[in-house]
């Protein structure tokens, strides 16, 4: 019986091939070169666990005295993340349009549209909080302008390729009737995507209460900024206080958001 041949052998048992030598040998270098650069070691890990432990002995029980500011902070850092996304989302269904396939009025623009939203993408949002507090000053502005940068870079991107995913047929058929571009997207395109935006919407929300609240620890407003002041002083039970007012606050609105997507998905 002759050996069976390498293209007999299901994929599992074959040979990598030599780029995906290369592949696995590069990544076990960047990942050993990590541990190296991290300084990894038992002692350092034990003193962390310690410092934690110590760091959840002063948190509790968590200090509440000062509910009124946190409470006004967290519906301030609710605020910069709601204003945000709607002009993120607002801002995206043009540029999206732009980019998508079957709306775009040319290659060139789609191209270029497509590279705008990259670019939102790509900067992570804590570096445009810190271009728009050197631009606009410290505040909730500066952390406003960063949640509309960020959901343009990730609604854009989803809502373009939901309206390249629409079905042809509504399109056609209005085109067909004489209707134009602008008709065919208003009667057809959006309509159909509708319900896929909204649920896109609703992540970003959830994401921008996060981000939001990071946001603030580099001044950008919000409850961020209650929360870096409390650990810079090591009133770590405030610091706690504040953490689980965030905690309630983005769990109940990732509830709520989960409770709308169910009904209109």
Known sequence: MSAPSRHSLPPRMRMP?????VLMVTFAAFFLQGLYGAEVSVDRLLRGA????????LAIPPDFARWETIGWAMLETLNIAVVGVTFGCLLSI???LLAARNTAPNGVIRF????????????????????????????????????IMDTV???ARFYSE???EVQKGPAEALTSTGAGRLSVIAGAILPESFASMTATSLYSVEKAIRSAVTLGLVGAGGIGVELSTAMRLFQYDQAAAIILVVLVAVIGFEQLSSSIRKRII
């Open 50 to 57: 310690t410092n934690f432990v110590r760091f959840v002995s």
């Open 112 to 147: 270029v549209a497509r590279q705008l939203i990259a670019i939102a993408r790509t900067i992570p949002d804590l570096i445009w909080a810190l271009i728009f507090v050197v631009a606009v000053g410290l505040g909730p502005l500066a952390g406003i302008l960063a949640i």
């Open 94 to 96: 043009p540029l999206a």
């Open 162 to 164: 939901r309206f390249e």
């Open 153 to 155: 870079g990730f609604v």
């Open 17 to 21: 091939s030599a780029l995906a030598w």
